[in-house]
């Protein structure tokens, strides 16, 4: 071989080993200590508060790249199934992730997952989807990021009782009593249970006094929730004065069923979500929602970029702050007609 035969041969290997290196988790187990590659693994990909969060994680690991240290980011989603979302984590696993975020399809199941990553030696940060405590505690290396459920079951009872105190009207019947409905999110899922129980309790101990008309499950979603609420308002037509959402799209569901039902506004219940999402904030602007509870997305996606960062830097600033060394628990912020506009502009900036 002539040596500008030689030549051309380096050059093409060393340009095939540079784009393998600045690749995703997808393409081939080469690692480099320069290039940090995220995992990213979501429970579904119709959830658009997790769809917004994952968006924000990626921006901010793209924007912790430095000159020694670049990141790719993968993300992919369950289908809400579990066993696919393990299959998924493991093909990751092959392809060479050096860090996995992971928002589990179910909280009680991470085994698979947990026992692929620590036989691999890729720590993992869950989010979202708590695993129960004995499940974090299997291996050194497995995190997590979220919030207080409880936390936001109590403020939305809060926001609800506040705005029914100063709004006798709300007792359209005025017999005394709060005719409402649930919109649950998932049976036996931990955040729907206590953001169910917290925000009923708050409320009767704020001393609103309740009758309850229906509990229903729509699995965090607006269509379901939507139709949930058009039997609920043929069976009740304006007998339903409160209506309480485990999350916003939920929320929005039963803003959409009234909409469509061709209720004046002021006929409507007044309805209370949680999360802060885009639409809900507007709804809460237009006067069709009254109050949601803020999920921090943005302060939770910063927090898992940097802990991604620092374990692979072998850093301990971040991880020292954790609780018990595990936990970050970010403070949800309650939002309601008079405070929703520096939510909104929170969003636009």
């Not at 979501?42 to 000159?67: C, G, H, R, V, W």
């Not at 909409?259 to 999360?275: L, M, N, T």
Request: net charge negative; with cysteine; proline share 2%.
């Amino acid at each position: 071989m002539s040596k500008k035969c030689r030549k051309k041969s380096v050059c093409a290997v060393v340009v095939m080993v540079a784009m393998l290196c600045i690749s995703g988790c997808g393409s081939g187990k080469i690692k480099s200590d320069k290039v940090l590659r995220v995992g990213v693994v979501t429970y579904t990909q119709d959830d658009p508060f997790i769809n917004a969060l994952a968006d924000k994680l990626k921006e901010n690991l793209k924007s912790m790249e430095t000159e020694d240290m670049k990141i790719t980011v993968s993300v992919k989603n369950g289908n809400d199934d579990q066993q696919d979302q393990n299959d998924i984590v493991e093909e990751m696993i092959d392809a060479g992730c050096d860090v996995l975020c992971v928002n589990l399809v179910d909280r009680t199941a991470p085994s698979r997952i947990i026992r692929l990553a620590k036989q691999n030696d890729i720590p993992i940060i869950f989010f979202n989807r708590e695993p129960v405590w004995e499940d974090l505690m299997q291996w050194e290396d497995l995190y997590y990021v979220g919030c207080d459920a409880e936390q936001s079951g109590v403020m939305q009872g809060e926001i609800a009782a506040d705005y029914i105190k100063n709004h006798p009207e709300v007792d359209k019947n005025q017999d005394g009593e709060i005719q409402y409905v649930l919109l649950e999110g998932e049976a036996g899922h931990q955040d729907a249970i206590s953001r169910t129980d917290f925000s009923v309790k708050t409320l009767i101990e704020k001393e609103v006094n309740l009758e309850k008309l229906s509990y229903q499950f729509a699995d965090w979603n607006r269509g379901q929730a939507e139709n949930r609420m058009n039997r609920l308002i043929s069976q009740y037509k304006d007998g339903i004065e409160l209506v309480i959402s485990n999350n916003d799209e939920m929320a929005l569901g039963a803003v959409e069923a009234y909409r469509k039902a061709g209720y004046e506004q002021a006929e409507w219940p007044v309805i209370f979500g949680i999360d802060g999402l885009d639409d809900a904030l507007e709804a809460i602007k237009a006067g069709e929602m009254q109050g949601t509870v803020y999920n921090d997305k943005e302060d939770q996606a910063l927090q898992i970029a940097k802990l991604a960062v620092e374990i692979f830097r072998g850093e301990d600033v971040n991880r020292n702050k954790l609780k018990e060394g595990r936990y970050y628990v970010s403070e949800y912020q309650p939002v309601y007609s008079s405070n929703v506009e520096d939510f909104i502009k929170r969003q636009t900036r």
